[in-house]
């Protein structure tokens, strides 16, 4: 309606804990790809209005020194620094989080299209990791998911030791649409068991993501005896490996 609070204002909202937590409430509860959500997506995320954004689309074939066309690619450079500042920040992730749950195809796509390219980078990050964790558990197709993993495989044997729970949210992408799981076996296996490794030498490196260093054993009801043959079992290898 009108009177509502100012673009500007709602995008310094973020950055606020309490306010963050209300703004995630709020994007959640409306409907996935209504005109309400887009205008507050837009908002949130300093995004260009649907009508710029129509018209650089027009536009797109026309010479690169087009004013009109050159202060687009601006904003949009502008909207993409604000989504990293946010996917980056304690709070502001929490948010992007929201955001990426509620986000229709398109609105997919646009996320993903800032971090095309970075998307490791983004997964490594402390902070930016849960927001990549999130695009990948909403990938919307096959293509979009066989990019995602392209993008993600040489860093597989990192993101086991750091980040495991990007690499679960990518064994249930493939188990949900049916797809890239060869792919991502393939991967994993090159990253923890090169040369032609054992398979179950695969499967401990699997399993062993998230144990504590001392977690030998099984843990509740699991010897601990066993010297190099001891088993450990972190709970986020245990879910990996049932995803897989």
Do not use: Y
Not at 132 to 147: F, N, R
Not at 172 to 191: D, F
């Amino acid at each position: 309606g009108g009177g509502g609070v100012e673009t500007g204002h709602v995008a310094n909202l973020a950055w606020n804990a309490s306010a963050s937590a209300t703004l995630q409430t709020l994007v959640g509860s409306l409907p996935k790809g209504s005109a309400v959500l887009d205008r507050l997506l837009r908002a949130l995320l300093k995004w260009p209005d649907e009508a710029d954004e129509a018209a650089a689309e027009e536009d797109d074939g026309e010479e690169e020194g087009d004013e009109s066309s050159s202060f687009f690619r601006k904003r949009m450079a502008a909207a993409a620094a604000h989504v990293w500042s946010l996917a980056e920040d304690r709070v502001g992730s929490h948010l992007l989080q929201a955001v990426v749950r509620a986000a229709d195809a398109r609105w997919w796509a646009r996320l993903r299209g800032v971090t095309d390219g970075h998307l490791a980078a983004l997964a490594a990050h402390a902070q930016g990791n849960f927001v990549a964790q999130e695009l990948i558990a909403t990938t919307p197709g096959d293509e979009a998911l066989g990019a995602i993993l392209q993008e993600l495989k040489s860093s597989l044997g990192s993101l086991l030791g750091d980040r495991g729970g990007v690499v679960w949210r990518l064994a249930q992408a493939c188990a949900r649409l049916r797809s890239s799981g060869a792919q991502l076996m393939k991967a994993l296996r090159s990253a923890v068991a090169p040369g032609g490794a054992a398979e179950d030498a695969l499967a401990r490196a699997l399993l062993a993501v998230g144990a504590r260093p001392d977690a030998g054993g099984g843990g509740r009801g699991g010897g601990r005896g066993g010297g190099a043959a001891a088993l450990a079992v972190g709970a986020l290898g245990s879910r990996l490996v049932q995803a897989l």
